[in-house]
C-alpha cells in the first residue's frame, strides 16, 4: 500500500483517532473510501474518510484493478 492509495471501508467499520481530551471514535454509517495515508503498526492504517482516522488493516480493502475485485 502507497501513501494516496483508496481504501474501501466497509459499513460497521471503527475509525478512532487521538485528541488533546482523549480518543474520539466513530463507526462508519455505510460503505466509503478513504484515502491511506500511511502505516501506524503493523495493524493499524492511517486514512483520511472525512478526516484523519486510525483503522484496523484488517477491516479496509485496497480499491483498485490489482485486488481482484470487479
Known sequence: MQEGDL???PQ????WCNT???MRMRISEKPTAG???S???QYI???YANGDWNV???D???MGESNGLS
Open 56 to 58: 484496523k488493516k484488517s
Open 20 to 22: 488533546d481530551k482523549g
Open 45 to 47: 492504517y492511517r486514512v
Open 7 to 9: 481504501v474501501h471501508i
Open 39 to 41: 502505516t501506524r503498526s
Open 12 to 15: 460497521g467499520v471503527e475509525l
Open 60 to 62: 479496509v480493502y485496497p
Open 35 to 37: 484515502v491511506y495515508l
